[in-house]
């Protein structure tokens, strides 16, 4: 039994970010950034965006349907495929999924280094992503209006998907853009 090799920690943040800097500068207000500091913690790395040479650092978070996710469909044999059922019944729990870990995320940023502003990329990394569409993404802050009017510690929280290059931008107030 060959199984399919799961990138360790610091190859799924390399690859994480690749595709959040790429995304990033789709937004109306997004820039190009450059990594500066790599593989380090609370946030996770140090980007620069050019032009202008702001400093920003980043928090990488990936969110899954189940914790069971990762072993129950990602890590096969390598002769299988990956299996699992598209439901769009069960958006809404992916979407409270996603307003969980974001939640999470801003108890744990306010011990980050704060000297510079903070940005949360949320990849969504489930194929419940598959399932939404536009409103699906727009409605997030509208849904947990707690998690999303005070985004505190982050300036902005970047969700994005694998699947159809699509990127939700949410700031303070619950201001979302989507591109």
């Known amino acids: 039994m060959v199984m399919i090799k799961w990138p360790n920690k610091t190859r799924r943040q390399e690859l994480e970010l690749m595709r959040f800097v790429e995304l990033y500068r789709k937004l109306p207000h997004g820039q190009k950034l ?8 609370r946030p996770d790395c140090i980007v620069k965006a050019k032009p202008g040479n702001q400093e920003f650092g980043v928090e990488l978070t990936s969110v899954y349907m189940s914790n069971t996710s990762v072993p129950n469909h990602h890590l096969k044999n390598a002769s ?7 439901d769009e019944s069960l958006i809404p729990v992916y979407q409270k999924r996603m307003a969980e870990k974001v939640q999470e995320k801003k108890e744990l940023g306010k ?8 940005l949360l990329s949320v990849f969504a990394n489930d194929h419940m992503s598959l399932e ?7 409605v997030l802050p509208k ?8 985004i505190a510690p982050f300036k902005e929280i970047v969700f994005w998907s694998m699947a ?16």
Not at 34 to 41: H, K, S, T, Y
Not at 80 to 86: D, I, P, S, V, W
Not at 111 to 118: Q, T
Not at 132 to 138: E, N, Q, R, V
């Open 34 to 41: 450059e990594l500066i500091v790599a593989d380090r913690e």
């Open 143 to 150: 849904i947990f209006p707690d998690v999303f009017l005070d």
């Open 164 to 179: 159809d290059g699509h990127v939700l931008s949410v700031q303070s107030g619950g201001i979302s853009i989507f591109v």
């Open 80 to 86: 299988e495929c990956a299996t699992f059922k598209l």
């Open 132 to 138: 939404m569409g536009k409103s699906d993404w727009l």
């Open 111 to 118: 011990s980050y280094d704060l000297s510079r502003p903070l």
